[in-house]
């Protein structure tokens, strides 16, 4: 049973324009949410995180909403740059119950974005 | 500051033999993580250590795979009579005390067993 999914393994979209990341979870003890890049051959990098208090949470052009009651959260990019382009993780956490501190990641999001 | 660092960044082998593969988390950092990524695949979650706790070791997928962490630093990965099916990048992360922070991978070991 996967408690974490991101159901688009892959997204094209045009310089300039928003990018739409989507995720999923089932397990309701999940109260911190996040976002990582990868690049090829580099291990995934932090990008940006949401508290399950908070319904949205900006970082420039990053900006992470998050729906509690339908368990799913949704990474906007905008404008999107070809630097862009890479793999997608999303990650949720609980901390408190017998998985406090264990994140858990969906199968990630391949973005291009192209000039 | 230093990042987390991995070594070997390639290990290949042959199928029966033992693999060990290390992390250096960064210094202060509590909790360490090992992960799991296979072709086309998402990161699959191993062994987690936080503190001086037991560690959570509940996605090691067999008994050949186990991992130590010594003095709350350094982690060793370890793969007895390796198969096929573990050829995969190993990842490690560390994080900083507190669950509301982000974990810091390192580059990964690229594992190919022949």
């Known amino acids: 049973d996967q408690q974490v999914k991101q159901n688009s393994p892959s997204l094209s979209v045009q310089e300039g324009r928003i990018s739409i990341l989507n995720c999923d979870y089932t397990?309701?003890?999940?109260?911190?949410f996040l976002w990582y890049k990868k690049y090829p051959a580099e291990g995934p990098t932090f990008l940006i995180s949401?508290?399950?208090?908070?319904d949205k949470n900006e970082d420039g052009r990053f900006t992470v909403f998050l729906n509690k009651s339908a368990k799913h959260l949704s990474l906007h990019i905008v404008p999107s740059q070809p630097g862009d382009s890479a793999v997608y993780f999303c990650?949720?956490?609980?901390?408190?119950?017998?998985?406090?501190?264990?994140?858990?990641f969906g199968d990630g999001t391949t973005l291009t974005v192209k000039p | 500051g230093a990042g987390v660092s991995q070594s070997p960044s390639n290990k290949v082998t042959e199928k029966g033999k033992d693999v060990e593969l290390r992390c250096d988390p960064i210094?202060?950092?509590?909790?360490l993580y090992w992960y799991r990524q296979s072709l086309g695949q998402g990161l699959e979650f191993l062994i987690y250590?936080?503190?001086?706790?037991?560690?959570?070791k509940s996605g090691l997928p067999s008994d050949r795979f186990s991992a130590e962490r010594t003095g709350g630093s350094v982690s060793t990965l370890t793969i007895q009579r390796t198969q096929q099916e573990d050829s995969a990048v190993y990842l490690c992360?560390?994080?900083?005390?507190?669950?509301?922070?982000?974990?810091?991978f390192g580059p990964g070991t690229r594992l190919t067993v022949t």
């Open positions: 992360a560390s994080r900083r005390a507190g669950f509301f922070n982000e974990q810091y």
């Open positions: 397990n309701s003890m999940f109260d911190y």
């Open positions: 949401i508290s399950s208090i908070k």
């Open positions: 990650a949720a956490s609980a901390s408190r119950g017998t998985n406090a501190g264990k994140s858990t």
């Open positions: 210094s202060g950092h509590t909790a």
């Open positions: 250590f936080q503190g001086n706790s037991a560690p959570d």
